[in-house]
Nanobody
Framework: QVQLVESGGGLVTTGGSLRLSCAASGRIFSMTAMGWYRQAPGKEREAVAV???????MYAESVNGRFHISRDDAKNTMYLQINSLKPKDTDVYYC????????????????????WGQGTQVTVSS
């Protein structure tokens, strides 16, 4: 089982920056995609940034240019640099990783995983 632990959230003023981290541990054979999502109370969880196994990155239109996703494969850690924070960015941020945890003959995946972190609160004051 793959576990994800987020860190780096906090309280900042409008225009400030934060760097969120998501550390993965457990048995990982290959990763398909990693991403950051956010959710406000009573609302659906939305994707803000995703990085694919080939390095391709995608961002939600509302954060494009302000959020930057990156990963350090040697450390099994993903990051989200958030700049020019706005009050509407206030949410709980979750990281997610999908991939294969066990492979069999010919490297065919025997067990997929789809793991979520516990969330980290980001609060932006006006």
């Amino acid at each position: 089982q793959v576990q994800l632990v987020e860190s780096g959230g906090g309280l900042v003023t409008t225009g400030g920056s934060l760097r969120l981290s998501c550390a993965a541990s457990g048995r990982i054979f290959s990763m398909t995609a990693m991403g950051w999502y956010r959710q406000a109370p009573g609302k659906e969880r939305e994707a803000v940034a995703v990085v694919m196994s080939d390095g391709n990155k995608m961002y939600a239109e509302s954060v494009n240019g302000r959020f930057h996703i990156s990963r350090d494969d040697a450390k099994n850690t993903m990051y989200l640099q958030i700049n020019s924070l706005k009050p509407k960015d206030t949410d709980v941020y979750y990281c997610n990783q999908k991939g294969c945890s066990e492979a069999g003959p010919l490297d065919l995946c025997m067990k997929d995983y789809d793991s979520w972190g516990q969330g980290t609160q980001v609060t932006v004051s006006s």
